[in-house]
């Protein structure tokens, strides 16, 4: 029901920036989470950045922090990962995604749990080169 659609990716150097956009299109209203995730090939699916959209309240993977920011406009259609200080290992496939699930009290790992989401965007390519 929900639509994302994900923008922003391309090659960089490393050390460089990127700033992903995710866009939300169609039945939004029960979205309680959006997050980042990245997929290298032959790798499993993981966990960047989750955001709780109702107050803004975020998560990162040990892996980003510091680095990425997850963040979303004031219409809250629109999520988005400014990746800073970006390293080679963060080549990936980045997926948007939405989820429908309860309210959790509070901001944890399971933010990062690819089960949590209900639906998906179709990728964006960020390639970080040496």
């Known amino acids: 029901q929900v639509q994302l659609v994900e923008s922003g990716g391309g090659s960089v150097q490393a050390g460089g920036s990127l700033r992903l956009s995710c866009a939300a299109f169609?039945?939004?209203?029960?979205?309680?989470?959006m997050g980042w995730f990245r997929q290298a090939p032959g790798k499993e699916r993981e966990g960047v950045a989750g955001i709780y959209t109702n107050d803004g309240r975020t998560y990162y993977a040990d892996s980003v922090k510091g680095r990425f920011t997850i963040s979303q406009d004031n219409a809250r259609n629109t999520v988005y990962l400014q990746m800073n200080s970006l390293k080679p290992e963060d080549t990936a496939m980045y997926y948007c995604?939405?989820?429908?699930?309860?309210?959790?009290?509070?901001?944890?790992?399971?933010?990062?749990?690819?089960?949590?989401?209900?639906?998906w965007g179709q990728g964006t390519q960020v390639t970080v080169s040496s």
């Open positions: 169609g039945y939004t209203y029960s979205t309680t989470y």
């Open positions: 995604a939405a989820s429908r699930r309860v309210t959790i009290p509070t901001m944890g790992p399971i933010i990062l749990d690819v089960t949590l989401y209900n639906d």
